[in-house]
């Protein structure tokens, strides 16, 4: 999302305060799971923070990896199952209730899968264009041809 580990981090402590007044305001009620929806990209900005400094200086390179993992777990595994829950739990309308039920369930088995892919497929993150591209490389499979 962002350009520079500063507008990352600047980004992160925005939605943290963000955060944090959400969660305070909704009470704890069915609303808490989309009130930290900041608080969890704030975390998720932060490590790309973390990424912007590690692809950025040699010195922080050990963090690489670890960022990049944090990321994607955030950008493909919380974020489908997340937000469609957060909804749910939300609705009082049955129609609406199903809907977001079903989309829970796809977005549950869609974080099963990518999450299974961002641990086993190699992943590289780079800057690109100000920006940083994530790359999960996915093997060359070989193919039979039936003759």
């Not at 944090?20 to 909704?26: D, F």
Request: charged share 15%; proline share 5%.
């Amino acid at each position: 999302m962002c350009f520079s580990p500063e507008a990352s981090f600047t980004a992160s402590a925005v939605l943290l305060a963000a955060g944090v007044i959400s969660v305070r305001e909704s009470k704890f009620t069915a609303k808490l799971l989309f009130a930290v929806i900041p608080l969890l990209f704030a975390a998720q900005q932060f490590s790309e923070g973390i990424l912007w400094l590690a692809l950025q200086h040699t010195k922080y390179e050990n963090w690489q990896r670890p960022a990049t993992i944090f990321f994607l777990i955030f950008a493909q595994v919380v974020w489908p199952f997340w937000v469609p829950l957060s909804l749910f739990l939300m609705e009082k309308k049955q129609p609406a209730k199903n809907i977001l039920k079903g989309l829970t369930i796809m977005g549950g088995l869609l974080a099963i899968y990518l999450l299974y892919r961002v641990l086993t497929v190699p992943v590289i993150a780079s800057i690109d264009c100000r920006h940083i591209y994530y790359s999960l490389v996915v093997p060359e499979q070989s193919v039979t041809c039936l003759e």
